[in-house]
């Protein structure tokens, strides 16, 4: 009889894929182990768009009563990126339109419709986003959703909620992000990545480096439109990285 392996993903729009299909690495990560060992895994995506480590803390509970085997931690994308302030005197931000203040309202289109109409003031509509958001960044300054004494407060804390599980934990890096549509946040994304690998290190989880490989790469041979969510090959090559990083445990 097979062995049967729990794994619980935890992370942002990066573990839970974005569009209608959601497309992600979840399954790619099942067959690879799959046919590499003599296990039989069961993954459970727990993330969610837009979410911080703050949201892991969030749905701890639910994480331990899935009996883990293996925890993926995928944060600090959102955590980590570079945003225009929301308050401030003058408030600049207050005078953008409504739908500009919704979340991922100021970045890049990651698609783009195959209608040649559409697609064109779609084009337009993500010049736009971008470059009000360049504009903000120098007139309002700058931010991130969880600064990063909070992000290792809330990172420690929940390794803490689910040491109970007895599992191996891996915490994975931040993707790497073009410049051009996110000022700011690579250089924010590497000092976040120094602080999870020293967490990582200080309580006995393991560290998963994507960040780096992935930074290898031309934009368009691992992202989609807005250089920050994986494409099919993009997704192929983080499930690569984390089941030879897995298959080390097994």
């Not at 919704?102 to 003031?121: A, E, H, I, Q, T």
Request: charged share 25%; net charge positive; hydrophobic share 35%.
């Amino acid at each position: 009889m097979k062995r049967k392996v729990n794994i619980a993903i935890l992370g942002d729009s990066i573990s839970e894929g974005i569009g209608s299909k959601k497309y992600n690495y979840c399954n790619l990560l099942k067959q690879n182990i799959e046919i590499e060992t003599d296990v039989t895994c069961t993954v459970k995506n727990f993330a969610y768009t837009g979410t911080t480590i703050e949201y892991a803390n969030e749905i701890f509970k639910d994480v331990l009563d899935f009996k883990p085997d293996i925890i993926i931690s995928f944060y600090g994308n959102v955590d980590a990126m570079v945003r225009p302030k929301i308050t401030g005197k003058p408030n600049y931000y207050s005078l953008i339109p409504k739908r500009f203040k919704k979340n991922g309202m100021l970045d890049p289109r990651p698609f783009y419709s195959s209608n040649k109409v559409r697609c064109f003031f779609e084009h337009i509509d993500s010049f736009i986003r971008y470059n009000l958001k360049k504009i903000l960044l120098k007139l309002q300054g700058d931010y991130c959703w969880v600064n990063i004494e909070s992000f290792i407060e809330e990172y420690e804390l929940f390794l803490e909620r689910v040491s109970s599980a007895n599992c191996k934990i891996f915490m994975v890096s931040t993707v790497v992000v073009d410049e051009y549509y996110f000022p700011g946040t690579q250089k924010n994304y590497r000092k976040y990545n120094k602080c999870i690998e020293k967490i990582a290190n200080d309580k006995g989880a393991n560290y998963i480096d994507v960040y780096n490989p992935l930074s290898k790469y031309n934009w368009d041979d691992v992202f989609n439109k807005d250089h920050f969510h994986p494409n099919t090959n993009g997704y192929k090559i983080l499930a690569s990285i984390l089941t030879d990083n897995i298959l080390e445990v097994l």
